[in-house]
């Protein structure tokens, strides 16, 4: 792979949620390798803009909350506004950004100053065949840019304020964790019953006497009662608030990780921690987690894989109630104990 260095500014565009940014991250690396001596800035989704930052895969961080994206969707792009000024000073705009109608595109391609510009609606992945992240990486072909071994392994941090993590289990007198789990996601059709998640924790802990964590986001915010009163989980033993950048450090530092098709359990799988998924309606074709010690758990429904709109409306989820928690123990067990992890 080639270095170019005639480009000195690239603007990443990307409003994905952490799934999505995670299964960006090699094409990241290709970015930063191809374009060694470029500044590389992305508008993106606040609640990962540091890691990108801690991991080095950019150089600036711009929240797409702060900036007036919303400009580029008018029909009549003002061209002297200061953040069209921003924009105007990069050599490359990549986009991958909702653009149903095309407007995004024709505005970026009218400043003034061309630079070039390469847009991929966040959308078009659902035509790809392929698993998402080939997606992703298909699009850098528009950049002369072929990748032959994508990189699923994230970089390591560039400072040691992602550490949240690790250091709030220390204060507890704990060590990091053999066993993390987060039992949430962004689709709530995604979600196996928390009860399961349970009785997994206490059965693995019970066979193996293994120090288990849960770790909870905002999103699951509302299981915390659940799991410190009625699931007999110590206070201690369940993290919350952690940044993306803290949670990455956690998990890096875990032997073992549980979860369902998430953000966390992507992030989880690239980390190199042994990473268990559970999957229910999505395709594991499609949005498997990658990385170097991934097991997916699923049912052969007939009828999963299903599109979004039957995911959400679909009351039985066969999918996901078919797997029992005594499975996933046995999974859990079997690889705790292979490589004494």
């Known amino acids: 792979m080639h270095h170019d260095e ?11 949620a952490l799934g999505d940014l995670v299964l960006l991250l090699p094409s990241l690396v290709s970015l930063r390798e191809v374009y060694s001596s470029a500044q590389i ?24 909350e702060q900036m007036p994206v919303y400009l580029l969707f008018q029909s009549n792009l ?12 990069f050599d490359i705009i990549l986009s991958w950004f909702g ?10 391609r009218s400043l003034a100053t061309t630079p070039l510009v390469f847009v991929f609606p966040f959308k078009n992945h659902e035509q790809n065949t392929g698993h998402v992240s080939e997606f992703y990486l298909s699009t850098l072909r528009h950049l002369g840019i072929t990748v032959a071994a ?26 990091p964790p ?7 996601s962004g689709a709530k059709a995604k979600i196996w019953p928390l009860k399961n998640f349970i009785d997994v924790a206490l059965e693995v802990t019970r066979r193996l006497a293994v120090q288990v964590s849960f770790v909870l986001g905002p999103a699951e915010e509302e299981y915390f009662q659940t799991l410190k009163e009625s699931a007999r989980i110590q206070s201690t033993a ?26 966390p359990t992507h992030l989880a799988a690239c980390t190199g921690v042994c990473t268990v998924a559970i999957f229910g309606p999505t395709s594991v074709e499609k949005w498997a987690p990658r990385g170097p010690d991934v097991h997916i758990i699923r ?42 992890r």
């Open 238 to 263: 369940i993290l919350r608030d952690l940044s993306v950048s803290g949670l990455a450090t956690l998990l890096e530092h875990s032997r073992l990780y549980l979860g369902n098709d998430s953000g």
């Open 78 to 89: 003002a061209q002297t506004h200061p953040f069209i000024e921003f924009l105007k000073d």
């Open 150 to 175: 994508p990189r699923f392994k994230i970089l390591p941090a560039h400072s040691s304020s992602s550490s949240k993590g690790c250091s709030q289990m220390a204060d507890y007198g704990l060590e």
């Open 6 to 16: 005639s480009i000195s500014k690239i603007c990443i565009i990307f409003g994905g």
């Open 299 to 340: 049912k052969e429904t007939p009828c999963c894989p299903c599109n979004i709109d039957v995911m959400h409306q679909c009351t039985t989820r066969h999918c996901l109630a078919e797997i029992t928690p005594e499975e996933v123990v046995e999974v859990l067990c079997s690889l705790m104990k292979s490589e004494n």
């Open 178 to 184: 053999r066993l993390c789990i987060h039992p949430g």
């Open 99 to 108: 653009d149903r109608q095309g407007i995004l595109e024709r505005n970026l």
């Open 41 to 64: 800035a992305i508008l993106g989704n606040p609640l990962w803009l540091e890691f990108l930052a801690e991991r080095g895969y950019v150089d600036k961080t711009y929240s797409l």
